[in-house]
């Protein structure tokens, strides 16, 4: 190999090199190895805020760290996973809210715009009216990108008085280990819940046995299936209402 091309072979491979350095460095700074650093990771997210809780836990098997936070009239909730730095949940809510009971309820028509108003193309999965600590309120889940939203309305001022959101998990499944794919899962919870609508769909772990989680929303109920990953058995069913 002549002298010019050795050299310009050894700078790629140097280059190369630097950038995989760099890549590792900047993932080894992004991690959080203690609660210290969960705490001022939130108080950027959140400034001026005072810190309440702090917990360090595990969600599914990750190691996260979840902080809770007030900053005047609201209560925040984020969730950060531990090995990369990522915000896995966030989210809020108002402290206190009014009835307003004086007010006309709006519809579910103008809550629906005003959940696509605060998530821009959001797939709204349900739209359900409740009666909560006295307050009239629209309960909202939607679905954008990579995440699942949940946002409450005040029922009659249409004030968005809690929002949510959860990275959803990833829906890859084991087919070389022999389980159902994920689609089929969702089938076998809806053929039991015929016109349902699938809220959540995730493969878990579940005392060492794989299943998929499936959460469903019909009508005024939500329904939480435990589905054998291998045979496609349901192993848990529950049914509860919608709040």
């Known amino acids: 190999m002549k002298t010019g091309r050795m050299k310009q072979f050894l700078l790629s491979v140097c280059c190369i090199c630097a950038g995989i350095f760099v890549w590792a460095s900047s993932v080894d700074a992004a991690k959080i190895s203690s609660a210290n650093q969960a705490k001022q990771k939130a108080l950027q997210k959140v400034p001026n805020a005072t810190v309440t809780d702090l917990d360090k836990d595990y969600d599914d098997g990750t190691l996260v760290y979840e902080v809770e936070l007030v900053k005047g009239a609201k209560k925040f909730d984020i969730t950060y996973r531990a090995s990369d730095g990522k915000m896995i949940e966030y989210g809020w809510e108002k402290i206190s809210v009014g009835a307003s009971q004086s007010k006309p309820l709006i519809s579910k028509n103008k809550c629906k715009s005003l959940a696509l108003k605060k998530v821009k193309k959001a797939k709204i999965v349900s739209i359900s009216q409740k009666f909560d600590d006295g307050v009239d309120i629209y309960k909202v889940k939607a679905t954008a990108g990579n995440k699942r939203f949940k946002l409450k309305f005040?029922?009659?001022?249409?004030?968005?008085?809690?929002?949510?959101?959860?990275?959803?998990?990833?829906?890859?499944?084991?087919?070389?280990?022999?389980?159902?794919?994920?689609?089929?899962?969702?089938?076998?919870?809806?053929?039991?819940?015929?016109?349902?609508?699938?809220?959540?769909?995730?493969?878990?772990?579940?005392?060492?046995?794989?299943?998929?989680?499936?959460?469903?929303?019909?009508?005024?109920?939500?329904?939480?299936?435990?589905?054998?990953?291998?045979?496609?058995?349901?192993?848990?069913?529950?049914?509860?209402?919608?709040?």
């Open 154 to 243: 005040h029922a009659r001022t249409g004030a968005l008085i809690e929002y949510q959101w959860e990275l959803a998990p990833s829906t890859q499944s084991s087919s070389a280990n022999g389980y159902i794919s994920l689609s089929k899962a969702k089938q076998v919870a809806l053929a039991d819940v015929p016109g349902a609508t699938v809220v959540k769909a995730e493969f878990d772990k579940d005392d060492g046995i794989a299943v998929y989680e499936v959460e469903l929303v019909k009508g005024a109920y939500e329904y939480e299936y435990k589905i054998d990953a291998k045979t496609g058995k349901i192993l848990e069913k529950d049914r509860d209402w919608n709040d």
